[in-house]
């Protein structure tokens, strides 16, 4: 098999955007003012004010999708693990048909995360990795990298059973009303075949720029959009 086919132009990986599909990703909340706690860090979180100053909507944000409580929380070093196994995850449909052993498979994507991992790190210094929370229980990832006039968004995943619920939506949601409140643009990388491009398109993305398999899409503060 090929190396990560996620590892996208110039900037590095994109990662697969898994937020869902169908009309079912529709949140029943728009983020325009999330309900933002104190200053200070939560429990196993940590800010730091350049990232308050960065994102300050996203920063600690806290709503309902459909009656359900959603946060966002800086991810620690201890969420490691469970950051590979969302991205694991996003992998599972793919290596479904390939006739490698179990351990094989879980070599291969550990060693894609790391990659992918590595790349991150090294295109996008100063970028916020949060980890979505729902009910309470971590059930996805979101990173983002703000600058001075784009917010990036780098990766968007979330573990099957938390798909199809609106959470991805609303947090894209978010994602945009802090674009709009700061003046920002926002930008994402995504396969010209995945189905969440759709979504990305209902938002009121619009394609900038086409490559050989990754699709540059960006979201302006004047672009129209349905739900915010």
């Known amino acids: ?3 990560d086919r996620r590892v996208g132009p110039a900037e590095g990986s994109a990662g ?3 937020v869902g599909t169908g009309s079912s990703m529709e949140g029943t909340s ?5 309900s933002l706690p104190g200053k200070e860090p ?4 940590s800010a730091s004010p350049n990232e308050e100053l960065s994102l300050p909507l996203l920063t600690g944000a806290q709503f309902s999708v459909g009656g359900c409580p959603v946060m966002l929380r800086m991810a620690e ?3 490691r693990d469970f950051l590979a196994t969302v991205y694991a995850s996003t992998r599972e449909e793919e290596l479904a048909n390939v006739p490698w052993s179990p351990e094989q498979k879980r070599a291969f994507v550990a060693h894609q995360f790391a990659a992918q991992d590595a790349a991150y790190t090294a ?3 100063g970028a916020s990795r949060l980890v979505i929370v ?3 229980a971590d059930v996805g990832r979101l990173y983002l990298h703000p600058r001075a006039d784009e917010i990036r968004i780098m990766d968007i995943a979330l573990l099957p059973a938390a798909r199809g619920r609106g959470i991805g939506t609303t947090l894209l949601q978010c994602v945009l009303a802090e674009g709009a409140a700061s003046g ?3 930008s994402i990388h995504v396969e010209s075949f995945n189905p969440a491009r759709a979504l990305y398109e209902r938002l009121g993305f619009q394609l900038a720029e086409a490559g050989p398999v990754y699709l540059r899409l960006e979201w302006r503060p004047s672009s129209p959009t349905e739900r915010l």
């Open 1 to 3: 098999m090929q190396s």
């Open 30 to 34: 728009a983020c325009d003012r999330p």
């Open 77 to 79: 070093d201890q969420d």
């Open 42 to 45: 939560g429990p196993n979180r």
């Open 16 to 18: 697969r955007q898994i």
């Open 184 to 186: 920002r643009f926002v």
């Open 134 to 136: 729902a009910a309470g």
């Open 123 to 125: 295109n996008y210094p």
